[in-house]
Structure formats: C-alpha cells, structure tokens
C-alpha cells in the first residue's frame, strides 16, 4: 500500500467537499454555530480522516474497515 493518502481521488475530493461544507456552514446563523453547523462539519472532516487513517494502517483489510 505504500502510497500516500493524499494522492487517493477518494481523500482529494473528501478534502474538496469540507471546503465546500465550510463555505456552505459559514452563512448558517450564529445561533446553530454550535448545533447544525458544527455537527455538519464534523461529518465531512470525518470521511477525509478515516481515509488518512485507513491508509496509515498495515493491511488491506483494516484499510477496506476505515473506508467502510
């Protein structure tokens, strides 16, 4: 596996949608800044770290488990 995560399309495009997201959430009202907003953008940060993740571990299988 000895690529990087960052040259995978999939952890590419994740990164393109939290841009997209975060620039999305920035017009959302103050007051879900801790709510909607926030829950928001934890989702999309998380699909780009599990990928990172996924790919820092040894096997295939546990790579096949993060990108589950």
């Known amino acids: 596996m000895g690529r990087s995560y960052r040259d995978l399309v999939a952890w590419q495009r994740a990164m393109d949608l939290v ?4 620039r999305a959430t920035a017009s959302f009202p103050s007051d879900e800044l801790f709510g909607l907003t926030s829950l928001v953008r934890r989702a999309a940060v ?4 599990n990928i990172a993740e996924g790919q820092a571990r040894l096997s295939q299988k546990e790579f096949h488990y993060f990108l589950g």
């Not at 841009?19 to 975060?22: A, F, G, L, R, W």
Request: charge should be negative.
């Open 19 to 22: 841009t997209e997201i975060y």
């Open 46 to 49: 998380s699909v780009p770290s």
